[in-house]
Nanobody, 122 residues
Framework: QVQLVESGGGLVQAGGSLRLSCAAS????????KAWFRQAPGKEREFVAA????????SYADSVKGRFTISRDNAKNTVYLQMNSLKPEDTAVYYC???WGYGSTDVEYAYWGQGTQVTVSS
């Protein structure tokens, strides 16, 4: 079992930056690939970024490529999402997810955090 807790969300102006953190506890953190998803009001949950177990592979949604960076620190059992050049359309609840595999669909992840709100004002 893996427990995930997100933090770092908040209100920021367009063009600003935020760094989300996802702290994990339970089974060995480094055994799991990690991902970030987001869900805006009235929309389906969508993939944002993923990182492999060792951190050697990353992938991003086209909408955030070049602006967001996913990273992980296995010694601290934490995965991060650095978000730069934020836009109002990035407003959503951001969720951290974990599982053995490394994918870009939510059905591939069994473990989820409770989410953290990110609001970008224009």
């Amino acid at each position: 079992q893996v427990q995930l807790v997100e933090s770092g969300g908040g209100l920021v102006q367009a063009g600003g930056s935020l760094r989300l953190s996802c702290a994990a506890s339970g089974r060995t953190f480094s055994s799991y690939a990690k991902a970030w998803f987001r869900q805006a009001p009235g929309k389906e949950r969508e993939f944002v970024a993923a990182i492999s177990r060792g951190g050697g592979m990353t992938s991003y949604a086209d909408s955030v490529k070049g602006r967001f960076t996913i990273s992980r620190d296995n010694a601290k059992n934490t995965v991060y999402l650095q978000m730069n050049s934020l836009k109002p359309e990035d407003t959503a609840v951001y969720y951290c997810a974990a599982d053995w595999g490394y994918g870009s669909t939510d059905v591939e992840y069994a473990y989820w955090g409770q989410g953290t709100q990110v609001t970008v004002s224009s």
